[in-house]
T-cell receptor, first 115, second 114 residues
Framework: SQQGEEDPQALSIQEGENATMNCSYK?????LQWYRQNSGRGLVHLIL?????REKHSGRLRVTLDTSKKSSSLLITASRAADTASYFC???????????????FGKGTHLIIQP | DAGVIQSPRHEVTEMGQEVTLRCKPI?????LFWYRQTMMRGLELLIY????????DSGMPEDRFSAKMPNASFSTLKIQPSEPRDSAVYFC????????????FGSGTRLTVV
């Protein structure tokens, strides 16, 4: 079953603008991750934020996490045509003492950057 | 490291035939995951292994699906017999125990069953 749900499903903006994507989830988590998928390719890990963190930065990416609202956002600043891709949030559930239990992915936001 | 390697990239087969998908994880990663991606259902976790041992196969849709990991550098996902509804992109991913660097995905196998 889907854990994360991204919003919006599709987003089209002009190059240079900022893009914001949101993710909501349902159960307690250890961490939340964001991935990018270019057409016809595998997923690429972008950033991981732990349940005790509220904000994290990596280059032009900024991720926030609000565990009280069970939501996260991914901000891409100064977008480029190469950022065109689908973006997925994935949750690592808090149902064991450690290790990996399999990420649960949302259906993604398709981002189009218009040159 | 060349990353997670999957083969074949594309597979077209007739209904009823056996299909075997292959995966070579990143050396040193002790978790391996098989996912299936479709437009309707998104990414679904089928099964995952830890140190070559299957841990959770609750996502495997039917008995027609089976997966093995005979050693740390190789895993297979087999569908026998295949059906048109199995058409999807199948991804293999691997990670280290801590998972702090996320998963590394292969490029996927696009399976078409006609």
């Amino acid at each position: 079953s889907q854990q994360g749900e991204e919003d919006p499903q599709a987003l089209s903006i002009q190059e240079g603008e900022n893009a914001t994507m949101n993710c909501s989830y349902k159960t307690s988590i250890n961490n939340l991750q964001w991935y990018r998928q270019n057409s016809g390719r595998g997923l690429v890990h972008l950033i991981l934020i732990r349940s005790n963190e509220r904000e994290k930065h990596s280059g032009r990416l900024r991720v926030t996490l609000d565990t009280s609202k069970k939501s996260s956002s991914l901000l891409i600043t100064a977008s480029r045509a190469a950022d065109t891709a689908s973006y997925f949030c994935a949750t690592d559930g808090d149902y064991s003492g450690g290790g990996a239990d399999g990420l649960t992915f949302g259906k993604g936001t398709h981002l189009i950057i218009q040159p | 490291d060349a990353g997670v390697i999957q083969s074949p990239r594309h597979e077209v087969t007739e209904m009823g035939q056996e299909v075997t998908l292959r995966c070579k994880p990143i050396s040193g990663h002790d978790y391996l995951f098989w996912y299936r991606q479709t437009m309707m259902r998104g990414l679904e976790l089928l099964i995952y292994f830890n140190n070559n041992v299957p841990i959770d196969d609750s996502g495997m849709p039917e008995d027609r699906f089976s997966a093995k990991m005979p050693n740390a550098s190789f895993s297979t996902l087999k569908i026998q017999p295949s059906e048109p509804r199995d058409s999807a992109v199948y991804f293999c991913a691997s990670s280290m125990t801590t998972g702090s660097d996320g998963y590394t995905f292969g490029s996927g196998t696009r399976l078409t069953v006609v």
